[in-house]
Nanobody
Framework: QVQLVESGGGLVQPGGSLRLSCAAS????????MNWYRQVPGRQRELVAS???????NYADAVKGRFTISRDNAKNTVYLQMNSLKPEDTAVYYC???????????WGQGTQVTVSS
């Protein structure tokens, strides 16, 4: 069992930046993919960004060019650098780790990001 703890959320003005961190209690080097999701009340959780074990990345269209996902296996940490933030980026952001087996699917508790003037 791996526990994930997100940090770095907060209140930021439109156009500002935040960096989210996801610290794992165990090794993430064997995790096939690390993901960042976000959720707004009343809406489905949506995938924001992914990074695979071989560091292939993928982004939702809404964040392409503004967000960057990275992973530091030595620190067992995944990051989400968010630039040019918009009010519509306001959500709870969740870290997710998936292994090749379907049973390996871990979630953090989430961190609130609010973009508002």
């Amino acid at each position: 069992q791996v526990q994930l703890v997100e940090s770095g959320g907060g209140l930021v003005q439109p156009g500002g930046s935040l960096r989210l961190s996801c610290a794992a209690s165990g090794s993430i080097s064997s995790m096939w993919v690390m993901n960042w999701y976000r959720q707004v009340p009343g809406r489905q959780r949506e995938l924001v960004a992914s990074i695979t074990k071989v560091r292939s990345t993928n982004y939702a269209d809404a964040v392409k060019g503004r967000f960057t996902i990275s992973r530091d296996n030595a620190k067992n940490t995944v990051y989400l650098q968010m630039n040019s933030l918009k009010p519509e980026d306001t959500a709870v952001y969740y870290c997710n780790a998936k292994g090749l087996a379907a049973t390996i699917d871990y979630w953090g508790q989430g961190t609130q990001v609010t973009v508002s003037s």
